[in-house]
């Protein structure tokens, strides 16, 4: 829950008579939205660290590139998708 | 992407293992103080390939391993009792209260909705007008301006029928208590990186010189662990002891300070209960009177009272480094991911845990 992913903003939607920026950030195959109110110059193309739907640090492409492999590697990206799949099946529940 | 595998080559690390063993000559213990680093640390095996003189001691980095029992058990009595639909993150769902867990509250019927994001529980409040909403908003920094965020977009869209229940837990005072413990014996610290991806590093430096300790700021892949650990080993040997950043591809010396207004539009610091070490001074963060109407803790005055931790379960000691998972007598027997006595066995962030799957010099 701690760590934070990296995607890329595909686009940006204004919210709240037009206070707010939302995004659309990919992860890999999963497109996610996401809050910019903690980045205000991050923009369309741009790679972003996100943690739990809040975009908190810009990274560059290859540095997203190489969290994004790791965290895969180590099993983390199970929260992106739909998250009532991944919880843990404890027997006789 | 010529660097793809810069932070996990191995022949970089053996190279920085070297440096290590070739800079050490002296035994000293550092502790990595968030739960991302610690699996990092057991999964990549990079505890057994250390020189010996180095002791790596966990942290207590896991939020959901340190919230309070009674908290989890107010969860669960919010989400069996009232009105509510409780939402939480994944991760908090098998972590045991007093008697139950939420995810055997959920089996049993409540209305418990696991989400990515605290936004997401802004948008089930605005869809579910006849239901109270809760966030069960549990995390470090790093988590705090998301979960304050949700008020805020629950304000602005004028929901009355949103609320968070907050469980934050914050770094620094924490590494205090943790260093006046008289049985820990901690000489330097990796600081949590995105932490202070959001903090930035000023609340370090008092730290670290009066307690006089070396605190690196952290990544958490193999690579930025070895650089951070031979960072502080430098500063042990040198009898150097300031704050200094590894992490300075992501953590900016101010921090995120747009995130930082966001926390304390919302958010007064208080005093907080840490499961298995007990209160800490001004180590959480609590809803301001401003925002009264969005606070769990206040809409639904419920008291629980904090129930003790399983008699065998010694998180407490895990937690402030003091033994480590396998000097559990029920490590691995009675206790196991599948059946939990303790925190830190439920998360894969916790020590237990981590050690439990990864570490082959351990018997399970
Ligand atoms: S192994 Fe289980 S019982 Fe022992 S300290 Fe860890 S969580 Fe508690």
Known sequence: MCLAIPGKIKSIDLQYNNSVRMAKVVFGGITKEVSLEMLPDADIGDYVLVHVGVAISKVDEEEAYKTFKYLEEIGELGELEDVEDYLPKKEGL | ?364
């Open chain 2, 1 to 364: 992407m010529k660097h793809m595998n810069e932070y996990r080559d191995p022949e970089l690390a053996k190279l920085y293992l070297e440096k290590i063993a070739k800079t050490v000559t002296q035994p000293w213990s550092i502790m990595e103080v968030c739960g991302g680093q610690t699996h990092s640390l057991v999964k990549n095996g990079i505890i057994d390939m250390l020189p010996k003189d180095i002791t790596m001691i966990h942290g207590p980095g896991c939020p959901v391993c340190v919230t309070s029992l009674s908290l989890i058990d107010k969860a669960i009595h919010l989400a069996v009792n009232e009105n509510v639909i409780l939402c939480s993150f994944g991760d908090m769902l098998r972590v045991p209260g007093s008697k139950i867990s939420l995810l055997e509250a959920k089996a049993k019927g409540a209305a418990i909705r696991i989400l990515y994001s605290p936004l997401e529980a802004v948008k089930i409040a605005g869809d579910n007008p006849d239901r109270e909403v809760v966030f069960f908003a549990v995390g470090f920094e790093t988590t705090a301006p998301a979960n304050a965020l949700s008020v805020i977009h629950a304000h602005r869209k004028g929901l009355s029928n949103y609320s968070i229940l907050a469980s934050h837990v914050l770094v620094p005072p924490a590494m205090e208590a943790v260093i006046n413990d008289k049985e820990s014996k901690i000489d330097g610290f990796l600081a949590a990186g995105h932490v202070c991806t959001i903090m930035g590093n000023a609340e370090y430096y008092p730290l670290s010189s009066q307690y006089k300790v070396p605190i690196v700021v952290t990544g958490f892949e193999p690579i930025d662990i070895l650089q951070g650990i031979l960072m502080v080993v430098r500063q042990l040997e040198q009898k150097k002891y300031v704050v200094e950043n590894q992490y300075a591809r992501i953590v900016r010396e101010e921090g995120n300070t747009a995130a930082q207004k966001v926390i304390f539009e919302v958010f007064e610091i208080k005093d907080q209960t840490w499961r298995g070490i007990g209160t800490i001074p001004k180590s959480g963060y609590a809803v301001k009177e401003k925002y009264a109407s969005y606070d769990a803790n206040k809409k639904f005055s419920i008291t629980i009272d904090e129930a003790p931790e399983h008699p065998e379960c010694i998180s407490g000691e895990i937690m402030k480094g003091i033994k480590k998972p396998f000097e559990c007598p029920q490590f691995g027997k009675k206790c196991k991911p599948s059946f939990p006595l303790g925190a830190p066995m439920v998360s894969s962030e916790g020590a237990c845990a981590a050690y439990f799957h990864f570490s082959g010099s351990v018997e399970v």
